[in-house]
């Protein structure tokens, strides 16, 4: 049947409405634009996810949220980034960067422009890596506003039906600039995350999820929503966002909180590119808690099998590509049980087609003290070395 004018504009109009759009107030005169153009010829998340095979976290840097500047790069402790930094990583065998950003303390004004020298450095670190051969992970990290309250305007989001309309017009406007900025010039090698780890902060179900519970029901569907917003945002951008990549989390990014009924993957009209992106510092007790467990033993081996099978049966077998954006285990001066783990984990993933991208947050052990937490240091970013060079080597072992 012939469409009339009037049918295309309303049709136009609500395909407006149903991408977020109508959200969008940022300053467009500020917001960088991509002027690349390179073909994006994948077709499968599944098959893309298995070559990453291993990756690294720029963790504490570009995701630091002390300062609205360039400044906050190295705000919490860690060197400016460097090409060298960058290709000392491409060196040593990792494939893939995730490359953690803040973005709610750069906007430059109330109505969630980004600094454009922000998106510029950005886009710099991206592209070493690009040309490096690498894949990319680029995301919003610590937007999560700190509290269960009422957001401000331009405080980032909060996983609550109150505060999703507020939510929302934060992640349609930061996505819509991230997606202006990287475009046409970048192909399937760089992907994009919606969220890090969205969760009710300041309650008693900030880190776990209570299938049962009113708030945690609700922070899922809402989730639900704004996993949702981003997608349809980064489509209506077109060009290969079209066609790009996108990886959701489920509440804190857990894999528990991804396997309850509660979470569901956004619906999407571009076939096979979706990626669900978990965090899985598993066993909780071995590679996270302090002083938690020194040693480890196949009980734990178990467990970490258990958690990849169910995300297999669950997510891949059903057509998602899963990765693991952040793992780790913390440094107890037990180097030899650390490789150990590392094996298991990795000899899990690559049987199964996820890749594990490790978390640096550059601190280590010293000699002395007995307080384990977050020391999750591997690569000396000044140096372009490792500090436990048997580390890499398991890691490189295991991908071949």
Not at 2 to 17: N, R
Not at 34 to 55: L, N, R, Y
Not at 228 to 242: E, F, K, P, W, Y
């Amino acid at each position: 049947m012939k469409k009339t004018l009037s049918t295309v504009i309303v049709s136009l109009c609500l395909a407006v409405f149903a991408f977020g759009v109508e959200k969008t107030v940022y300053d467009k005169s500020k917001a960088i634009s991509d002027t690349g153009k390179k073909a994006f010829t994948a077709t499968s998340a599944i098959k893309t996810v298995a070559d990453m095979k291993t990756g690294w976290n720029l963790g504490n840097t570009f995701d630091a949220t002390n300062g609205k500047n360039l400044a906050s790069e190295t705000s919490w402790g860690q060197p400016k980034t460097t090409k060298a930094m960058i290709d000392g990583l491409a060196k040593s065998g990792i494939k893939t960067i995730r490359i953690p950003t803040s973005w709610s303390n750069h906007f430059v004004d109330t109505n969630y422009t980004i600094d454009p020298a922000w998106m510029a450095r950005v886009k710099e670190v991206v592209d070493w890596a690009i040309e490096d051969g690498m894949y990319v992970i680029l995301n919003t990290h610590h937007d999560n506003f700190s509290k269960n309250a009422t957001v401000p305007r331009c405080g980032g989001y909060y996983p609550t039906s109150a505060n999703y309309e507020e939510s929302s017009r934060y992640a349609v406007n930061v996505w819509a600039q991230i997606s202006q900025a990287f475009n046409n010039g970048y192909d399937e090698h760089l992907v994009f995350e919606t969220f890090n780890e969205p969760r009710l902060r300041g309650t008693n179900h900030e880190w776990w999820f209570d299938k049962n519970a009113a708030d945690c029901k609700d922070a899922a569907k809402t989730l639900n929503q704004l996993n949702q917003d981003v997608l349809d945002t980064i489509r209506a951008s077109g060009g290969n966002n079209q066609k790009r990549f996108v990886a959701c989390p489920g509440l804190q990014a857990s894999p528990e909180s991804a396997l309850e009924a509660a979470f569901e993957m956004p619906k999407d009209d571009a076939p096979g590119k979706l990626i669900l992106s978990v965090h899985m510092y598993t066993p909780y007790k071995f590679a996270m808690e302090s002083p938690g467990a020194v040693k480890w033993n196949p009980a734990f081996e178990r467990e970490l099998t258990y958690m990849f099978n169910r995300l297999n049966n669950t997510f891949i077998q059903k057509g998602y590509a899963v990765y693991i954006g952040e793992y780790g285990a913390t440094d107890k001066r037990n180097l030899e049980d650390r490789i150990a783990w590392i094996h298991a984990f990795l000899s899990n993933s690559r049987k199964l087609g996820m890749p594990c991208f490790i978390w640096d947050n550059a601190q280590i052990m010293g000699p002395t003290g007995s307080d384990y937490s977050e020391k999750y240091g591997y690569y000396n970013r000044s140096k372009q070395t490792w500090y436990f060079p048997e580390i890499i080597a398991a890691i490189n072992e295991e991908m071949k």
